[in-house]
């Protein structure tokens, strides 16, 4: 399986960014595919998840401005609304397969205050 992320860039605080992770291999509906991110300086934290039934999970500091999404089973979407410069982090698409985590290769979203 491989993970690729776009939709990084540069925005203001309390604007939105779209971020995208297209997987390519075969998907399977045990897989569980999320965000996760790193601000520097910081362990890499979970930001949200989503089950092929496409059940969610959130972390706190994300819930009620980030939604995740998907669109079929390879593809999933991150939008981030109301940016905080706290959001400031590389972000990463993982795939969880049984025991085995999938990395993107991450993409960058400098929150600028």
């Known amino acids: 399986v491989e993970l690729l992320e776009s939709g990084g860039g540069l925005v203001q605080a309390g604007g939105s960014l779209r971020l995208s992770c297209a997987a390519s291999g075969s998907i399977f509906s045990r897989d569980v595919m999320g965000w996760y991110r790193q601000a520097p300086g910081k362990e890499r934290e979970l930001v949200a998840t989503?089950?092929?039934?496409?059940?969610t999970d959130y972390a706190d500091s994300v819930k009620g401005r980030f939604t995740i999404s998907r669109d079929n089973a390879n593809t999933i979407y991150l939008q981030m609304s109301s940016l905080k410069s706290d959001d400031t982090a590389v972000y990463y698409c993982?795939?969880?397969?049984?025991?085995?985590?999938?990395w993107g290769q991450g993409t960058q979203v400098p929150a600028s205050s």
């Open positions: 993982s795939l969880v397969r049984l025991q085995y985590v999938y």
């Open positions: 989503i089950a092929s039934g496409g059940s």
